[in-house]
């Protein structure tokens, strides 16, 4: 009963990733696209929405057993989309591109293949974003800290 479960869970989480990704085709050319950048269209809510969509996506990846680390990637595909997504016009042309719940199939795929290799795979990537992060949050508490210390100055001269 749990695997017939985990297939009919499996299959739902196909089909919301092939409806925000790829269920049309642009004819000619062969590009496939979804809601996800149609509905980006409308402003902050569309964007709001197929980010949400996204979360809900990953939701069912952890009911379905995704570890913490495949999970975590899976933000980071998700959130970049969101953000990305937000932006006008670019971030528009950019939902055409990125497909982020097909990316996050993929590694639910691949985890399911290959659990061991996939689940370290996704723990480097973890940390370097981690580390990645780190690094950016000092850097601009460093910026900060000199402008204050520059705007501080300034003011002492007056």
């Known amino acids: 009963m749990a695997a017939s479960n985990s297939d009919a869970r499996l299959r739902r989480l196909e089909r919301?990733?092939?409806?925000?990704?790829?269920?049309?085709?642009?004819p000619g050319?062969?590009?496939r696209f979804g809601l996800d950048p149609l509905l980006g269209l409308v402003p902050v809510v569309g964007d709001l929405v197929t980010t949400a969509l996204g979360f809900l996506w990953i939701a069912g990846a952890w009911r379905a057993g995704a570890p913490p680390s495949l999970l975590f990637q899976m933000v980071g595909n998700v959130a970049i989309e969101g953000v990305a997504?937000?932006?006008?016009?670019?971030?528009?042309?950019?939902?055409?591109?990125?497909?982020?719940?097909?990316r996050n199939l993929a590694l639910f795929r691949a985890y399911l293949d290959?659990?061991?290799?996939?689940?370290?795979?996704s723990r480097r990537w973890a940390w370097l974003t981690l580390g990645f992060l780190a690094f950016a949050g000092l850097g601009l508490a460093s910026v900060v800290a000199l402008l204050g210390f520059a705007l501080w100055r300034l003011v002492l001269s007056l």
């Open 114 to 121: 290959r659990p061991v290799p996939t689940v370290r795979e």
């Open 16 to 26: 919301l990733a092939h409806w925000l990704d790829e269920a049309f085709t642009v």
């Open 29 to 31: 050319l062969g590009w």
């Open 85 to 102: 997504g937000a932006i006008p016009v670019v971030g528009d042309l950019f939902d055409f591109a990125w497909k982020a719940q097909s």
